[in-house]
């Protein structure tokens, strides 16, 4: 598509509950970047896809969030056991080649996920 | 400690006002990125450069690589242009080092 498209744009959630949010990326884009941002917060990485390289998973902050990236494009965050913390605006961004200063990054409109 | 920050953290300024937002950083960079976010909206990429200046319409964007400093400017300030001004540090490495960003607000 023409840019990172990203699914839903909101989620309200009960607290306790499974979600997923989905990242459609530019085609092409080989690097794919989740991050999230907390009311009044800055922006937290999550975790980075690179081509068919392991994922670094070094940003998620516990084993009830996962990702993972089908056949180098789409990817999925899924939140397991969802806690009143994760209520926040999460974003995908991809890049034609990660590692480098050199390409430009395009950022999704985020989806607001609200855990009540 | 952040390795990349901004000032100031809020701005108000009146329309038609000349706008400068600072960003310095502490880590080694071959470029610095400048995104525009919207309230409830999602993240704009405004520029990304190495060295010397960019402009575009009414944004201009300078940096230093070896002070270790990028401003943004805003002439002629609009109220379409109040949001979160936020400069980032992209890869290389896996992740980007956001500023904590500058909020503006322009009033008319």
């Known amino acids: 598509g023409a840019g990172v498209s990203q699914s839903p744009s909101n989620k309200v959630t009960e607290k306790g509950k499974d979600v997923e949010l989905r990242c459609d990326p530019i085609s092409g884009h080989t690097a794919l970047y989740w991050y999230r941002q907390s009311l009044g917060q800055g922006l937290e990485f999550l975790i980075y896809?690179?081509?068919?390289?392991?994922?670094?998973k070094s940003g998620l902050p516990s084993d009830r969030f996962s990702a993972e990236r089908t056949g180098g494009s789409v990817s999925t965050l899924t939140i397991q056991r969802t806690q009143q913390e994760d209520s926040a605006v999460y974003l995908c961004?991809?890049?034609?080649?990660?590692?480098?200063?050199?390409?430009?990054?395009?950022f999704g409109s985020g989806t607001r996920l609200t855990v009540v | 400690k952040n390795e990349v920050e901004q000032s100031p953290q809020n701005l108000t300024a009146q329309e038609g006002e000349f706008i400068t937002i600072n960003c310095s950083y502490s880590v080694g960079i071959s470029a610095l990125h400048w995104l525009q976010q919207h309230p409830g909206g999602g993240i704009v990429s405004l520029f990304m450069l190495s060295s010397g200046k960019k402009k575009h319409g009414r944004l201009i964007a300078t940096i230093n690589i070896q002070e270790k400093h990028s401003s943004l400017h805003i002439t002629a300030s609009h109220p379409r242009d109040s949001a979160v001004y936020i400069c980032?540090?992209?890869?290389?490495?896996?992740?980007?080092?956001f500023g904590t960003g500058t909020s503006l607000t322009v009033i008319p």
């Open positions: 980032a540090d992209p890869p290389p490495g896996n992740q980007f080092y």
């Open positions: 896809f690179q081509g068919n390289s392991a994922p670094d």
């Open positions: 961004a991809s890049s034609l080649g990660g590692g480098t200063a050199n390409y430009g990054y395009t």
